[in-house]
């Protein structure tokens, strides 16, 4: 039986592993949509990529406050964040995984559903 090998050559506009829905920005894409969905949010999940962090974000208001929700990929590792537009306020808690993050971003968006 002869092996059978595929060169496949990987550009900028191109990543299979992306295009499969596997890999770190498809799973961080869907823990954010699932955290859309249970809310019920009008908002979009946004992907971000820069010189330092990759990752996705939701935008969440109400009575005037809103706050971006983001999970993000860095050399110092996988975060949950807040950011909140109206005051100068932001948190970012290191996690151990995706699901963690998400957790986490749910705790806080209940925090904002009741007091804001």
């Known amino acids: 039986m002869r092996a059978k090998f595929i ?3 990987f550009t900028e506009k191109f990543d299979p592993i992306e ?10 894409k ?10 019920g949010l009008d908002t979009s999940v946004d992907e971000f990529f820069d010189d330092f962090y990759i990752g996705c974000s939701i935008y969440y208001e109400k009575g005037g406050m809103g706050a971006y929700y983001s999970i993000t990929y860095s050399e110092n590792g996988l975060e949950a964040n807040f ?5 100068p306020d932001s ?26």
């Not at 295009?19 to 961080?28: F, H, K, N, R, S």
């Not at 869907?30 to 809310?39: E, F, N, P």
């Not at 948190?91 to 209940?110: M, N, P, Y």
């Open 30 to 39: 869907k823990a954010l949509q699932s955290v859309v969905d249970k809310y």
């Open 83 to 87: 950011t909140n537009n109206k005051y």
């Open 19 to 28: 295009d499969m829905g596997i890999g770190l920005i498809p799973a961080i």
């Open 91 to 116: 948190h970012s808690v290191q996690c151990d995984t995706i699901k963690e993050a998400a957790e986490l971003i749910k705790e806080w968006l209940e925090d904002a559903k009741e007091n804001w």
């Open 7 to 9: 060169n496949e050559k």
